[in-house]
């Protein structure tokens, strides 16, 4: 019998003891809303990238790829609105000096099901105030209004303390794909509709505790901008939709915990806004957003920058300036959606309990482990490792018994283990585990590579 059972400490704990995730700066007590992925975790991240960029940017004749720096000419945030502008609502408890974001302990309390979003500062305090939502740190209820705090890193530029110039660090990635707007057309000769696409990292001055990978200061996001002409610009926000919502079910998301949630409240430039959201352990929470832009950001460039962000069209001389419609996912959300999702406690039958983690095969950190059966079995079962280590992120586990081995592979997601016996001393095969069913058949060493390759495709 197989039940869920997920709880974010369960997560967090599974993180901690098998590599997945490690608290940021541990051996000094850690940091605040930071996180290490261990070995297990970034061979897991690290197969969520591929499989985006995969889909999003090698499948897609239309979208080309960029990696723009994080530091950025300070314009280019006065452009976008975020030095003016971008704000988090904050509240502070007068009883222990803690600063929360008023729009995530709102969240947290509603558990997804009430949307802040669309409410304002005076709507969340008496949201706050209606429901005796207290302090998350000291349990009293005596808060201070609203305000605002912009939550952009700030660092320096120069030599010398004086004539240093204030930088940031970019609170999001895709100001990168704007400000190549115009040499990706130029270098890839690409005609409108097209795509800028990137994975990078943003920084946010987050001061509410993030629930583990949902909300930290220092984060990934898998993100591109599609630049169309207004009239493709509807189709193409839809589409885009669809795309998210299939690529979120493909990694491995239940339709059943996935939602569509359009935004009920706009930025002022914004055509449409829709989030898909997930059902995390903590409540609906948002996974992914798609946004209709219209011509905002190039328009702002255009004014800031003085340059020209106009298009012209090769056939009709036409000179448009582009829509956007931008698609976003945070890495560490994903990451930790998977991990919720493949979780599962699973009662065996002789009673005991096994914690398997049934992660699609394309992204699991380990695509095979080999366990030779017995330690005078390893000189083989290393020249099996070394071949199939050649095509896959192989694992290799040569302590305690086989039993125990085959454990501690499902605890990580390891969806196959191959196991060197005194048989393929005889006859060159082996016997190979499926982490789901448990079910073990024999394969000659030579069709590993193939059989494997298979299950393992995106």
């Known amino acids: ?5 997920v709880t974010m400490d369960k997560i967090v704990n599974l993180c901690k003891s098998r ?15 930071t996180w290490d992925f261990g070995p297990v975790g970034v061979e897991l991240e690290n197969n969520i990238k591929k499989a985006w960029w995969k889909r999003f940017v090698q499948e897609s004749p239309n979208t080309y790829g960029v990696d723009a720096s994080i530091l950025m000419n300070p314009r280019v945030w006065e452009a976008s609105g975020h030095v003016a502008s971008f704000g988090d609502p904050k509240m502070d408890c007068k009883s222990c000096k803690q600063r929360f974001r008023a729009d995530t302990l709102i969240e947290t309390y509603g558990k997804g099901d009430v949307i802040p979003d669309c409410m304002t500062n005076e709507e969340m305090e008496v949201y706050i105030e209606e429901n005796n939502i207290r302090c998350p740190h000291c349990g009293n209820k005596t808060w201070t209004n609203i305000r605002k705090f912009n939550p952009m890193f700030t660092t320096s530029r120069g030599t010398l303390e004086a004539e240093a110039d204030k930088v940031y660090l970019r609170p999001e990635t895709c100001q990168g794909e704007y400000v190549n707007f115009l040499n990706v057309q130029r270098t890839a ?11 990078g990292k943003s920084f946010r001055n987050e001061i509410t505790p993030g629930n583990f990978l949902f909300r930290t200061i220092e984060f990934e996001q898998m993100e591109l901008q599609m630049f169309c002409k207004d009239e493709d610009s ?7 939709k669809e795309k998210a919502w299939n690529f979120a079910k493909d990694i491995g998301l239940s339709e059943d915990k996935l939602r569509f949630h359009d935004h009920d409240k706009l930025a002022h430039y914004a055509k449409a806004a829709c989030d898909i959201q997930y059902n995390f352990p903590i409540g609906w929470q948002e996974l992914n957003g798609v946004h209709h832009r219209g011509t905002w ?24 300036l582009p829509t956007v419609i931008e698609y976003s996912i945070g890495v560490g959300r994903l990451t930790l959606a998977t991990l919720c999702e493949a979780y599962e406690e699973e009662t065996l039958e002789n009673g ?17 482990a080999v366990l030779p059966l017995q330690k005078n079995l390893s000189e083989k079962a290393e020249e099996v490792y070394a ?7 192989c694992d290799y586990d040569l302590a305690g018994s086989i039993g125990k081995r085959y454990r501690r592979q499902d605890e990580i997601g390891t969806p196959f283990c191959v196991t060197v016996d005194f048989d393929t001393l005889e006859n060159d095969t082996v016997t190979i585990r499926d982490r789901d069913s448990m079910e073990q058949i024999r394969l000659p060493i030579s069709k590993l590579v193939a059989y494997i390759s298979e299950k393992v495709k995106f």
């Open 1 to 5: 019998m197989a039940e869920k059972n």
């Open 387 to 393: 071949k199939l280590a050649k095509e896959f992120m």
């Open 234 to 240: 509807v189709q193409i926000y839809n589409s885009y």
């Open 297 to 320: 950001d190039c328009s702002r460039h255009q004014e800031y920058s003085g340059k020209s962000m106009l298009y012209t069209d090769p056939v009709t001389n036409e000179k448009v």
């Open 352 to 368: 005991e309990t096994r914690v398997v983690m049934h992660f699609n095969p394309a992204i699991a950190p380990y695509k095979v």
């Open 189 to 199: 000769r690409a005609k409108l509709p097209f795509a800028i696409a990137q994975i």
């Open 19 to 33: 590599g997945f995730v490690f608290p940021g700066s541990d051996i000094y007590g850690g940091f605040a809303n």
